[in-house]
Nanobody, 118 residues
Framework: QAQLAESGGGSVQAGGSLTLSCVGSVSGYPMGWFRQAPGKEREFVAAIHGSGRRTKYADSVTGRFTISRDDSKNTLYLQMNSLKTEDTAVYYC??????????????WGQGTQVTVAS
């Protein structure tokens, strides 16, 4: 799996929105977004099937975040709405061993920082 490059992070007020992008060899792979907040372990956020027709989310982001993909652009997206301070973290994209398990392959990139202010 080639290196993936995340972008689109930034600072935003609570209630705001951001869209993250992940460019690389994503076409056809099950893909996921993960995040790591300061002092906490990396956690699952969202996953999308290689077909793009199935998605799933962590309970904490369901209804607020949307994962999508455009394989023609080799790009994975994470639309984040109604952001909360607890969404503050470094966000990473990664290919998954399978959509069902949502286990990351583990070749992490640099990530992109999202900071949500109250």
């Amino acid at each position: 799996q080639a290196q993936l490059a995340e972008s689109g992070g930034g600072s935003v007020q609570a209630g705001g929105s951001l869209t993250l992008s992940c460019v690389g060899s994503v076409s056809g792979y099950p893909m996921g977004w993960f995040r790591q907040a300061p002092g906490k372990e990396r956690e699952f956020v969202a996953a999308i099937h290689g077909s793009g027709r199935r998605t799933k989310y962590a309970d904490s982001v369901t209804g607020r975040f949307t994962i999508s993909r455009d394989d023609s652009k080799n790009t994975l997206y994470l639309q984040m709405n109604s952001l909360k301070t607890e969404d503050t973290a470094v966000y990473y994209c990664e290919a998954l061993t399978s959509y069902g398990l949502a286990e990351p392959l583990g070749s992490w990139g640099q990530g992109t920082q999202v900071t949500v202010a109250s």
